[in-house]
């Protein structure tokens, strides 16, 4: 898919669905800052669902290279890297929703791995209060951490077949029998 196909895809579909999204947020009767970022959630979406595909192993070095040098044209209000990083929590339950929707076939042979998504350093665990009771410390090959894991399944052709969050103290095997079923 070319970048500008995928982000008319990325763009119907978060038109269609921030709308509901946002009736059903608790706290929407409170005010708060609500000034757009320059990126827009679809331009955000976008960069990151165009990353899987490419040749990079790292998001930084993707994100620094082509993004910033050549596609300056395809996004013109583009932020530093850190700014970007620092956005992306924000747009994290629509890209959640739009990685559901896209759901490729199966065909009997998969792919299955998990990444941890991490709340916050180790030494916060204990004084960390917004997703007290949700997230859970897990460990990892690189080590302890507080937060969730983000399971995956790939078909042969690297395309998601279903994907799945738990807190981070969840065995990688627990949710395999409902990520598997049809």
């Not at 930084?60 to 013109?76: A, M, N």
């Not at 103290?169 to 029998?177: A, E, W, Y």
């Amino acid at each position: 898919m070319h970048l500008l196909e995928l982000y008319c895809h990325v763009d119907e579909f978060i038109k269609s669905f921030l709308p509901e999204w946002n009736k059903h947020l608790l706290n929407k009767n409170k005010k708060k800052r609500n000034r757009p970022a320059r990126l827009s959630p679809s331009e955000i979406i976008t960069i990151l669902v165009h990353f899987h595909p490419s040749q990079y192993r790292n998001f930084k070095s993707f994100y620094l290279l082509p993004v910033c040098r050549y596609l300056q044209s395809e996004f013109p209000d583009l932020l530093s890297y850190n700014r970007f990083i620092a956005l992306v929590p924000t747009i994290f339950g629509p890209l959640c929703a739009y990685l559901q929707s896209q759901k490729a076939e199966f065909n009997g042979i998969g792919f299955v791995d998990s990444t941890p998504v991490i709340v916050c350093h180790p030494k916060r665990i204990y004084s960390h209060k917004v997703f007290k009771g949700i997230a859970k410390i897990g460990k990892t090959t690189k080590g302890w951490f507080y937060g969730f894991k983000w399971h995956l399944i790939c078909n042969h052709r690297g395309e998601l077949v279903s994907c799945q969050m738990t807190p981070g103290n969840i065995d990688d095997r627990f949710p395999l029998p409902e990520m598997t079923k049809n």
